[in-house]
């Protein structure tokens, strides 16, 4: 069996602020395996970023261990983090955060060109991922010319370029009316059905309601963490 | 730092074009006073050395080391040229005299005219003879000849043939007392130490003293001389020297060094802290208007890092961008800093006294690798803070910051 994409022992992370640490994840431990859908739910400041961050490491835990593929990742320094988020981890923000000077399918090839795939390799998976997301028309346009659904379904494309194993979205729907955020879900599905693991920070429990699983936080610590 | 690095920083750089032209033209400008700035202060210098070995003459003998005017004539001139001339490492001798003379043109007006007495004797001439003939050692019968420079020439309308008279007036601002001397034109010169505006004459020494009033044998203001071949100006300067010890000879290289060390030096000083200066507002500006737009793009730059580009990358990515800023602007600054010496040249030449054949500003090739070195350091200076913000910028709390805000 695979070790798990990703996992976390004990992990706390605190900040260090004038009036005392902020304790943003406390002592929390969990485990995602391949080919899951998890969403991560809570109420505003329960730490659903902050975990999500330290699982792409993006930030360090303050203390506890965090595996990736089943190697601990505390030690490695910034170049081997950037060469794992690069080729194992797909990250989807908020607000897309496309570049705005480059075309939708120039944003697609970024990572890919980071990673050091040929041009031509480039530019078929490229073509091939903005036909995944349904925006094989607008290859050629910038951020600014596509609406929000559009430029979410982009910045899916570009977050799984370099082919990741783990795709983690943070309040991916959150910038976007009710019908186009159920869209986004529903690409989401599609990506976890082709066999991608997935987690997704959110606020909305009809979003939460359409995984397989479901993590709910309050206060830094994990309330429940039964799949449904 | 690879293709890549260079066309993403190109495409962040074109995405705020009216920023990154700013940019490029507040450098053409920086770039072009430093340009200016290292072609003056060796511009001088180099043509000063110029307008010296211009007529093959390497070592200038005075009785004195002091100014032009307030220099006492070397005395019992004849008797030291020919010294000199004896000397094994001496190939010729010019002795020569300065003064002014007054003449009167076809309009009745007079013209006060720099007026050359000069050893008609010698192969090289301190001045270069543009047309007809030079002043010859013997006479031809008729009026004594004088080569004249073309401005002299044109507001007399002369032509190598035509007559002239000179009155002396040698005896620094004393008009002398001998008569009026007529003159035949044998050819038209160029003074190398003439200005723009100057009128100049020169005659054989017999003639110019007969014009001032003036024993010939007399005295002389300065000595031409030109060591022998093989010899070098060092060894000629040597033997004058020990010949004479109450002269004071120079080779060129000793008057442009003293040239460099005395009056040069302050010129070079301040021409040095307004580059400086000049340098410093390039920095400022590019530090800023990187600094501005890193600050307006750390979100996406913390999406970036998520995505996977390395600290490396981001910081390299705003290296590039000062160093495309600066480089346009330095190539840009290049016929932009001509132009400008060009004009200022012009200006500077307006100046009474300052010969047409000096420049201010000449081009040497040390000036361009300078001006790029300096440019260079610029551009890697400007970024370091903007790339300090960058590699220090926290990937997580930077992406949460943007969604609080
Ligand atoms: N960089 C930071 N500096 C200081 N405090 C922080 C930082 N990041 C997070 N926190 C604190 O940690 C706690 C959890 O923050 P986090 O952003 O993870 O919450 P969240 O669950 O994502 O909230 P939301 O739903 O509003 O996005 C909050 O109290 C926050 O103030
Ligand atoms: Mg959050």
Known sequence: MSPPVVEARGVTRTFPMPAGPVVAVRDLSVTIATGEFVSICGPSGCGKSTLLHIL???????????????????????????????????????RFFLLPMLTAAENVELPQAEAGVSRAERRSRTSALLDYVGLAHRTHHRPSQLSGGEAQRVAIARALANRPRLLLADEPTGELDQATGQQIVGLFERVHADGTTVVVVTHDPAIAARTPRMLSMRDGRIEDGASR | MSAKVWAFALRSLARQPGRAILGILGVAAVGALLFDMLLLSRGLLVSFRALLDSAGFDVRVMAADAPALARPRIAEAETAAAAIRALPDVDEVASLRLGNAIVTGPDGGTHDIFFIGADAQTRRRPWILLEGRDLGASDTGGPPPLVVNRRLATTLRLRPGSELTLRGDCARGVASAAPPVRFRVAGFAAFPFDDPKAMTAAARLADFGRTCGLDEKSDADLFLVASREGRGPE?????????????????????????QQVGFSYFRQISAVLSTITLFFGFLLITVLLTVSVNQRFAEIAALRALGFTRRRVVLDVLAQAVLLVGAGGVLSLPLGLALARWLESILHAMPEIPAAMHFFAFEPRALATHALLLALTAVLAALYPMRLVSRLPIAATLRSEMVT
């Open chain 1, 56 to 94: 792409g490491c993006v930030d360090t835990p303050s203390s506890g261990e965090l595996l990736v593929d089943g190697r601990d990742v505390s030690t490695l320094g910034d170049a081997a983090r950037s060469a794992l988020r690069l080729s194992k981890i797909g990250f989807v923000f908020q």
């Open chain 2, 235 to 259: 060894a000629a300067v040597r033997a004058i020297r020990a010949l004479r010890l109450d002269l004071h000879a120079f080779s060129n290289e000793e008057i442009v060094a003293r040239f």
